[in-house]
């Protein structure tokens, strides 16, 4: 039996209100810099990439440049391929991986297809390593009729220019054991819900769009990523969070319908990873890799069968 867990924040069963919100963000302590760990490595980029400031949030006192690297020279000719990642602010790998490609991988495919690489499209989570931005919102649900999330709206916008262009859109996330001993309670008592999950996967998964699903480009993503680190395996009732696994180390659902950020470009192929960087059988740095690895799979994959 599952036994409720109490949230410290709002009256059980009591949607939050604006207090309860006040409340919440006071708790949240900012332990690490976007500008020291995100921007100066984007920065640092300029003379490979065009650097593109793509929007400006304005948190309490804080103001965070959302950023985002493009291709240099950007080709008419060529398919649009986008990285997102810290659309989680806390999911470190995500931020890193999509970094980490830019710097390193990204070159092998100038001449193939325009990048668009957005690395921490939620700065101010980042910094608080938080699942929600500055209004407890969750950005990765805004992306479809919802747009309360300046987060999803910023990169929405930077998309829209390129719409019926997209060729691949890879988001990297990553779950951890914070999922269940605090976002998950805490996204129960700020709806008056009860809390959901569990469990954590254990290993790397990826969550595809049901809607034009490719088992074979899921597949490949599979494939090459299993090389670095451990594919998280189905749970008793052969699912991975409660959705029926469709192959191995793989879930898809109706991705727009739920506001998930791989939704919105409609791209011809797209996913959505996520790691397990807890798990006793990994580690921070294998999680980047296998981020990064995921992103160079994907591209081969989509521009070998474009």
């Keep these: 039996m599952t036994l409720p867990r109490f949230y410290p924040i709002g009256t059980p069963g009591v949607p939050w209100g604006e207090p309860e919100r006040t409340a919440w963000r006071e708790r949240q302590v900012r332990s690490r810099r976007y500008d020291e760990d995100v921007v100066a490595r984007v920065d640092a980029m300029a003379d490979r990439f065009e650097v593109v400031r793509y929007g400006q949030l304005r948190y309490g006192p804080d103001d965070f440049a959302l950023m985002a690297l493009k291709s240099r020279p950007w080709r008419a000719d060529l398919p649009v391929a986008l990285v997102t990642g810290g659309v989680h602010g806390y999911e470190t790998s995500g931020v890193l991986g999509a970094l980490e490609f830019a710097e390193s991988h990204a ?74 001993s605090e976002f998950d309670p805490a996204k129960a008592a700020r709806d008056g819900g009860q809390p959901q999950r569990d469990s954590i996967p254990d290993g790397f998964y990826l969550v595809g769009n049901s809607e034009g699903f490719r088992r074979d480009f899921h597949e490949a993503v599979i494939a090459a990523v299993e090389q670095v680190t451990h594919i998280a395996p189905p749970d008793a009732a052969g699912q991975i969070i409660g959705c029926p696994v469709v192959a191995k180390g793989i879930i898809s659902f109706p991705v727009r319908q739920s506001g998930l950020c791989e939704g919105f470009t409609g791209a011809t192929f797209s996913t959505t990873t996520e790691v397990y960087p807890d798990s006793p059988r990994t580690s921070p740095q294998e999680c980047v890799k296998a981020q990064v690895t995921a992103v160079r799979a994907a591209l081969d994959f989509a521009l070998a069968h474009a």
């Design 107 to 180: 070159a092998a495919y100038e001449d193939r297809v325009n990048l668009l690489i957005a690395p921490c499209v939620s700065p101010w989570a980042y910094e608080r390593i938080c699942r929600w931005n500055y209004h407890a919102i969750d950005p990765n649900r805004q992306f479809g009729a919802s747009r309360e999330s300046e987060e999803a709206s910023a990169l929405i916008a930077l998309g829209t220019p390129y719409l019926g262009q997209f060729l691949l859109h890879i988001d990297l996330h990553e779950t951890t054991d914070t999922d269940a």
